[in-house]
């Protein structure tokens, strides 16, 4: 699917975004919509479109048709076996919790335990080619109602950008994410970013590091949060043990799905870390699971939940994504909370693949 705004990240410009749709269909007429999120490109962790297509065919979906499951929270453990790969994993879980909500007929956000009828919503600012087209881009997200505003930094895009930014808006929640661009040699510069009021600056050091970042959380006021670094309860663990952020970033499909997802919440909120829900640059599918599991009581500060309009022109499900005072109202609806727009979807397919139980 195109890309409405191409979204620029230190690693390179994404303009359109591959990814499959599972459907989950049972022997009574209902069906369960996950969404995978990994790129084509393994930038932002070891996952890509093709690996996540050959390790559901060739190992994921072979162990589910295995024997029948009475919950989805056995799929996490029944995939076990199967090493990391959560953005596959996720893809697959995500369809059957979907499909489970609706054979219970309560809302997914029911089923994993969110009580909110309302999430708040933040917007994600890729790279932009100037600092003044940096603001005029952030000023058109505050007037449609984004509660916060997330920018990527970078070496060289850091002190000067935030100053500017913040000469113009002083007073808005405001954060940034690094995705992995600095290292401890850069720490007179990170800490620098302290003058800028950040809410948080998300994932400064390594992708995959958990011991430096807690180095540097002990020299920094502004509070660090882990989005690369956190890809199990184990990781979680770690970091809040280590003191390596206080904040924490999660993503479905980085952790491998929403039962693991529930349990990195339900960590954080005995160890009073809060947490918010990053995203992948979602279709509706992915973007409707990531609402349901922002609805938990954890989840403190506005997501990267963008409605529809900020990424498509025309989203694959009905009714597209939208903003309400900021924020996006919860839908008590059986499952996900909206319909496949078939037309939308059939659009943008380049492949179908059906797969059955033996
Ligand atoms: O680091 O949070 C990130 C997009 C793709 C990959 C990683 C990240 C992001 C975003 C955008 O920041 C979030 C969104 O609007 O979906
Ligand atoms: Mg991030």
């Not at 996540?52 to 076990?80: A, C, Q, Y």
């Not at 997914?108 to 881009?137: C, F, Y």
């Not at 002990?218 to 199990?232: A, G, R």
Request: aromatic share 8%; charged share 25%; proline share 4%.
């Amino acid at each position: 699917m195109d890309l409405k705004n191409p979204f620029q990240t230190s690693f390179g410009t994404f303009s359109t975004k591959d990814f499959f749709i599972v459907e989950a269909v049972d022997g009574n007429g209902n069906s369960g919509f996950g969404e995978s999120v990994a790129f084509p490109v393994p930038w932002y962790t070891e996952e890509t479109v093709a690996t996540t297509e050959h390790v559901i065919k060739d190992f994921l979906l072979p162990l589910l048709f295995k024997k029948s499951i009475r919950h989805p929270d056995e799929i996490s453990s029944r995939f076990s076996v199967i090493r990391r790969n959560n953005m596959a994993k996720a893809a697959v879980e995500g369809a059957v919790w979907d499909l489970f909500a609706k054979r219970q007929e309560i809302s997914l956000a029911a089923a994993l335990g969110g009580g909110r009828s309302r999430i708040e919503s933040g917007v994600s600012i890729g790279i932009q080619p100037s600092i003044s087209n940096l603001l005029t881009v952030m000023e058109d997200h505050l007037e449609e109602g984004y509660k916060r505003i997330k920018l990527k930094i970078k070496p060289g895009m850091d002190v000067e950008v935030l100053r500017e930014v913040r000469r113009h808006f002083p007073d808005i929640q405001l954060m940034a994410d690094a995705n992995s661009a600095y290292t401890l040699k850069d720490i007179d510069i990170l800490k620098r970013l302290d003058e800028f009021n950040l809410t948080m600056i998300e994932q400064p050091l390594g992708h995959d590091d958990i011991y430096e970042h807690s180095i540097l959380q002990s020299k920094l006021d502004t509070p660090i949060c882990l989005d690369e670094s956190i890809n199990s309860l184990t990781d979680a663990r770690a970091a809040v043990g280590l003191g390596s952020c206080r904040v924490i970033n999660l993503k479905i499909g980085r952790v491998g799905g929403l039962s693991e997802t529930k349990k990195i919440h339900d960590f954080c909120q005995e160890n009073n870390i809060p947490v918010w829900c990053g995203g992948m640059l979602e279709a509706g599918v992915g973007r409707a699971h990531n609402i349901a599991i922002a609805s938990l009581p954890q989840f403190l500060y506005p997501g990267d939940i963008s409605a529809s309009d900020r990424y498509w022109h025309r989203d694959i499900i009905t009714p597209p994504v939208m903003l309400q005072n900021g924020g996006i109202a919860l839908k008590d609806i059986p499952g996900i909370g909206y319909d496949i727009d078939w037309q939308a979807l059939e659009s943008n397919r380049i492949e179908r693949q059906v797969h059955r139980r033996l």
